[in-house]
């Protein structure tokens, strides 16, 4: 359950809708929706709302507003570096979208140099073309104009991951959630790296990002698993159970019940009651093949060699290529 962590796609805050007229400003509070179709060409409620969807990661939604008030005003310094946060941290960005990124992050700093955002956009495209030399540069140029840019610090501890630095990497991260107690990424990117150092302490890291996020899945999940790793057996069941109570997402209501079937199969030595929960998880989905494979080895352990045969079948059916539940047919087979 390792995660390899390569980029982190930063939060941004949202701006202040301080341009435009006067009758905008007089009905801000109104939903950014409908100001926006009383208003479509406002480039301060684009702005606003472009970076709304980009703080919840909205990113291919965020650029048709971004480009939209960038097109409108592409001397509002504030409409460029939404543009380029956009194009910079969209799933689907090419290197000729970095490129492009790039280049508006070094327009607003011409005329903006102290703008910590700019500086940390910027740095995050030469860590994207591997320059870390100027993505410290310009992290570290950003620090020393603001020292609690929460921001910096994510990217830095990305890049130090990266280099395998899990030590610093683990220093900003913490310095991080330091300037922002609420900031939940923080707690599980440091639960995932304590995780990969097969360290308990990951348990109190995803529990801190769960208080934070209570209806997120995998956070819960991390927070159940983890227990289990290190030995809170009662503690991951009471939270699988919470998954497979409160999940609306099928995948972690089957790890829910696939997990409680594990520890009853190979922690408890309750056989049956394993099979049970394997079977629940197979109800929500029939091709969940890692169910199968405990289910033939439960029939095994019982001396059903005919239904641990028929449940290897079913792995290979679903996924042809799970070579252990064809050795362990074939070991069956020589056997009898």
Known sequence: ??????????????????????????????????????????????????????????????????????????????????????????????????????????????????????????????????????????????????????????LKGTMFLL?????????SYETAVQQDPNFYEGYFRLGQIYQSMDSAVCVDYFINALELQPDNSEFRYQVAYSKQLYGDIEGAKETYREMVAKDTIDAYVIRGYFHQGYIKQFMEKEIDSAMIFYKKALEVDPRFVPAWFNIGICHEEKGNVGKALKAYSNCLKYDPEFEKARKRANALRDKQ
């Open 1 to 154: 359950m390792k995660k390899t962590i390569l980029y982190f796609l930063f939060l941004s805050v949202v701006y202040a809708c301080s341009e435009g007229n006067k009758n905008e400003n007089a009905i801000q509070n109104i939903d950014i929706d409908s100001l926006l179709v009383m208003y479509p060409d406002s480039v301060p409620l684009l702005v606003q709302k472009a970076d709304t969807l980009f703080k919840t990661y909205q990113y291919d939604e965020a650029i048709n507003f971004a480009a939209k008030a960038f097109r409108l005003d592409s001397n509002n310094v504030q409409a460029r570096l939404m543009y380029a946060e956009t194009l910079n941290n969209r799933v689907t960005r090419s290197v000729q979208d970095v490129m492009i990124a790039q280049r508006h992050y070094q327009e607003v700093l011409k005329k903006d140099p102290k703008n910590t955002r700019a500086l940390v956009g910027l740095a995050s495209t030469y860590f994207q073309q591997r320059d870390f030399e100027k993505a410290f540069k310009y992290t570290n140029e950003a620090l020393r104009i603001n020292s609690k840019y929460r921001d910096a610090y994510v």
């Open 163 to 171: 280099l395998n630095n899990k030590e610093k990497a683990i220093s």
